[in-house]
C-alpha cells in the first residue's frame, strides 16, 4: 500500500472537520439503533478519528476496531482516542490497510469512508467478502464515496481556506483521467502569511472511479444512496446491506 497521507497529514484536520460537518449527520442516522452484539463495528482507514467519533456517538454500546495504515495519521488517531476516556475504554486502533487487514471473527457493521477507491476492483471484491463472512444479515457497510463515479478533468479549485493563527491555509485539489476507472488527483496546501505564499506542500493520489450500485455488485448485496442530509447535498455515502 502507498501511503498517500502523510505528506500532507498536518492540514488533514482542517478537511476533516468540514467533511465530518456534513457527512456525519447522515452516519448518524444509518447507525443509530443499530444492534451492536454480533462484534466489534470496523472503521477502515480511519484517518485522524473524526468519523471515530461519530460512530461512538451514534453507537454507544459499539466497541470499535479502528484501522488506518499512515502511521502519520494514526498519531492523530491515537492522539484523538487516548484523550477521552469513552473513546479510550471503547476504540482499539490497529496498523493496516485494507487489502491485508487482520480482522475479527466477527463484525456488527462495517464504516469505510474516504478510501474505496484506493482499492483496485479486484481487492474491492476481496475485501466485500471477507466482511460478508463476518457481518451478520441485515448489517450495513457504509461506504463513503468522492464525488466522481467516472474518470474525468477537474481543473485545480481551491476547495477550502482556512485560517489558524497569522497564517491562512488554501487547499487546491484537481484530477486527470489516468486509466481505465483510474483517476489521479493533484492536491496543494498554500500556507500564506500577510498575503504572501510562506509554503506549499504538493502531493498526489490514484482514485479507482465508481458508484454504488457498482459497489452493490461487487459485494453481491442490496445498496442505497445517501445525497443529501437536512435538504444539503453531502458527499455522496452509499449503504451496502448483507
Ligand atoms: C480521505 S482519508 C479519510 C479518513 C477518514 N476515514 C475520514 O473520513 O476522515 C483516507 C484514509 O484512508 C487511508 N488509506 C489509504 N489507503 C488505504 C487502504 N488501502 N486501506 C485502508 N486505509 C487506507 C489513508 O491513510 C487515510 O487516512
Same mark, same amino acid.
Do not use: C, N
Given at each position: 500500500?502507498?501511503?498517500?497521507?502523510?505528506?500532507?497529514?498536518?492540514?488533514?484536520?482542517?478537511? +476533516?472537520?468540514?467533511?465530518?460537518?456534513?457527512?456525519?449527520?447522515?452516519?448518524?442516522?444509518?447507525?443509530?439503533?443499530?444492534?451492536?452484539?454480533?462484534?466489534?463495528?470496523?472503521?477502515?482507514? #480511519?484517518?485522524?478519528?473524526?468519523?471515530?467519533?461519530? /460512530?461512538?456517538?451514534?453507537?454507544?454500546?459499539? *466497541?470499535?476496531?479502528?484501522?488506518?495504515?499512515?502511521?502519520?495519521?494514526?498519531?492523530?488517531?491515537?492522539?484523538? /482516542?487516548?484523550?477521552?476516556?469513552?473513546?479510550?475504554?471503547?476504540?482499539?486502533? /490497529?496498523?493496516? +490497510?485494507?487489502?491485508?487487514? /487482520?480482522?475479527?471473527?466477527?463484525?456488527? #457493521?462495517?464504516?469505510?469512508?474516504?478510501?474505496?477507491?484506493?482499492?483496485?476492483?479486484?481487492?474491492?471484491?476481496?475485501?466485500?467478502? %471477507?466482511?460478508?463472512?463476518?457481518?451478520?444479515?441485515?448489517?450495513?457497510?457504509?461506504?463513503?464515496?468522492?464525488?466522481?463515479?467516472?474518470?474525468?478533468?477537474?481543473?485545480?479549485?481551491?476547495?477550502?481556506? *482556512?485560517?489558524?493563527?497569522?497564517?491562512?491555509? *488554501?487547499?487546491?485539489?484537481?484530477? *486527470?483521467?489516468?486509466?481505465?476507472?483510474?483517476?489521479?488527483?493533484?492536491?496543494?496546501?498554500?500556507?500564506?502569511?500577510?498575503? %504572501?505564499?510562506?509554503?506549499?506542500?504538493?502531493?498526489?493520489?490514484?482514485?479507482?472511479?465508481?458508484?454504488?450500485?457498482?459497489?452493490? %455488485?461487487?459485494?453481491?448485496?442490496?445498496?442505497?444512496?445517501?445525497?443529501?442530509?437536512?435538504?444539503?447535498?453531502?458527499?455522496?455515502?452509499?449503504?451496502?446491506?448483507?
Amino acid at each position: 500500500m502507498i501511503d498517500y497521507y502523510s505528506t500532507s497529514a498536518e492540514f488533514y484536520e482542517l478537511v +476533516a472537520t468540514r467533511h465530518t460537518a456534513s457527512s456525519g449527520p447522515p452516519l448518524t442516522r444509518v447507525l443509530t439503533g443499530l444492534d451492536v452484539t454480533h462484534g466489534p463495528v470496523l472503521e477502515i482507514g #480511519a484517518g485522524t478519528g473524526r468519523v471515530t467519533e461519530v /460512530v461512538a456517538a451514534a453507537l454507544p454500546e459499539a *466497541e470499535i476496531l479502528a484501522a488506518e495504515p499512515s502511521a502519520t495519521m494514526r498519531a492523530m488517531l491515537t492522539s484523538r /482516542v487516548a484523550r477521552d476516556p469513552d473513546l479510550r475504554r471503547r476504540v482499539t486502533v /490497529v496498523d493496516g +490497510a485494507a487489502q491485508d487487514l /487482520v480482522l475479527p471473527e466477527r463484525l456488527s #457493521a462495517v464504516v469505510i469512508f474516504g478510501v474505496a477507491g484506493h482499492l483496485t476492483v479486484p481487492e474491492r471484491v476481496a475485501l466485500w467478502k %471477507r466482511l460478508a463472512d463476518r457481518l451478520p444479515d441485515g448489517a450495513p457497510i457504509v461506504v463513503e464515496l468522492m464525488g466522481v463515479s467516472s474518470p474525468r478533468h477537474i481543473p485545480p479549485v481551491m476547495s477550502l481556506r *482556512e485560517t489558524i493563527g497569522r497564517q491562512t491555509y *488554501e487547499w487546491w485539489i484537481g484530477g *486527470e483521467p489516468t486509466e481505465g476507472d483510474a483517476m489521479r488527483f493533484t492536491t496543494t496546501w498554500k500556507v500564506l502569511r500577510d498575503g %504572501r505564499t510562506v509554503r506549499e506542500v504538493a502531493d498526489s493520489y490514484d482514485w479507482h472511479t465508481f458508484d454504488v450500485a457498482r459497489l452493490a %455488485r461487487e459485494a453481491g448485496m442490496t445498496s442505497r444512496r445517501i445525497t443529501e442530509a437536512g435538504g444539503r447535498p453531502i458527499p455522496e455515502i452509499g449503504v451496502l446491506v448483507k
